[in-house]
């Protein structure tokens, strides 16, 4: 491949890994799971978070309201205090922060990639 064809395909990936096919949040969504979550959804219109509650040795995975994504808010709707929660408005981002593969990450070693091969 030449130099004008390598920087366009860098290009070209780059774009496929900032683009989505759509506007709509996807979210990880399991009720009182004791293991890791499998089932996902798009969100609805107005959620635009995915939430991750722990409560004891189980997680709840959902879509969420931003703007209510507080303490208060969460323990209102689920009924349960003393947990701990995780917002997060990337697709599938309410997994885990070691699961989830940054675009930005990958855009990176794409990009070092292509200048290694050009060089």
């Not at 683009?19 to 979550?37: H, K, V």
């Not at 969460?74 to 997994?95: E, L, R, S, T, Y």
Request: aromatic content about 12%; some cysteine; overall charge positive.
């Amino acid at each position: 491949m030449n130099k004008m064809n390598c920087i366009l395909f860098t290009v070209f990936i780059v774009l496929i890994a900032y683009c989505n096919s759509g506007y709509a949040l996807r979210c990880y969504t399991c009720a009182n799971s004791p293991s890791l979550c499998s089932t996902n959804a798009t969100c609805t219109h107005g959620d635009d978070t995915c939430l991750q509650i722990k409560l004891h040795n189980l997680k709840t995975y959902t879509c969420w309201k931003h703007a209510r994504c507080n303490m208060n808010e969460i323990a209102d709707d689920f009924g349960v205090d003393n947990f701990h929660f995780f917002c997060c408005q990337k697709d599938f981002c309410n997994k885990g922060p070691a699961t989830v593969v940054s675009k930005t990450a990958f855009s990176i070693v794409t990009v070092m990639t292509m200048i290694w091969i050009l060089f």
